[in-house]
């Protein structure tokens, strides 16, 4: 499959660094976003990020066209808040919406896709399709099947993220996928040894820089992720494990109360 019309819901990082690469590709772009504002800021972010790569900015934005709703296209990738319920009401809406034979995938970093193919009646044509933050720069796209996805699907996914000019790598169906099964046990620790007056952020951040040769630390990577997004994948990986391991640390709950989310509101673990 080629692919030649994506619709991406959602304008935000993820998704509007998810528009930016499948346009560069050559590729046309539907951008929806319910958000008043939104796509207008994604667009503008977009054009900062073509500029700092040395893109061809017009030619590239040229082929994204903003959308007030749901229309038809090749592919959905989903991109919307981390939230089960959104996305699975998004994804009823976008089966009745797209073609049959449509591929609907989502950004999700934890919420389990054998959930969301469940709400549509196209389980086979379901996949998860993980970016990275930034994703005009990182290379890896985390690939998840769920349940019924469908060797075809699994094989045009994986054939496009190369087309994209990243490197896929496949994961099974389990809570938090590897990534973030990985990382956010990792980013809750450090937000432990925070609490528990190990170190100062910086400390804790430089550490894990020099020490690990992390090109971020995990308190500043959970800034950039947003600190309310880490606490959404920790408890998914908490409910879905069953393992106390993964429950948020109460620091990292606290800011979130507090609306310190990192870089999108200007403070998390560090001021902006």
Request: charged fraction near 25%; charge should be negative; include cysteine.
């Amino acid at each position: 499959m080629d692919f030649d019309h994506v619709l991406v819901v959602g304008a935000g990082q993820m998704g509007g660094g998810i528009a930016q690469v499948v346009a560069a590709s050559g590729r046309r772009v539907s951008l929806h976003d319910p958000y008043p504002g939104a796509v207008e800021r994604g667009l503008g972010a977009m054009r900062k990020s073509l500029e700092r790569l040395g893109a061809d900015v017009d030619e590239t934005l040229a082929r994204v066209t903003p959308v007030d709703d749901l229309v038809e296209a090749d592919l959905l990738i989903e991109a919307i808040t981390e939230d089960a319920a959104a996305k699975e009401e998004l994804f009823r809406r976008v089966d009745e919406t797209l073609p049959q034979g449509a591929i609907l995938a989502s950004n999700t970093s934890s919420i389990p896709i054998t959930s969301l193919a469940a709400v549509t009646a196209r389980p086979e044509r379901v996949i998860g399709m993980h970016f990275f933050n930034p994703v005009p720069v990182l290379k890896l796209v985390e690939v998840i099947r769920g349940v019924e996805t469908s060797d075809e699907t699994a094989a045009a996914i994986v054939a496009l993220a190369r087309d994209l000019g990243k490197e896929p790598a496949e994961a099974r169906d389990f809570p938090g996928f590897v990534s973030n099964r990985i990382l956010m046990p990792f980013i809750n620790e450090a937000a432990y040894a925070l609490m528990e007056g190990v170190a100062e952020p910086e400390a804790i951040d430089t550490i894990a820089k020099l020490g690990f040769a992390h090109p971020m630390g995990p308190l500043a990577l959970a800034d950039l992720i947003g600190l309310d997004t880490c606490v959404a994948i920790m408890e998914v990986l908490h409910r879905g494990l069953g393992d106390p391991k993964y429950a948020p640390c109460p620091l990292l709950r606290q800011y979130v109360q507090a609306g310190r989310l990192g870089r999108k509101t200007g403070r998390g673990f560090y001021v902006y």
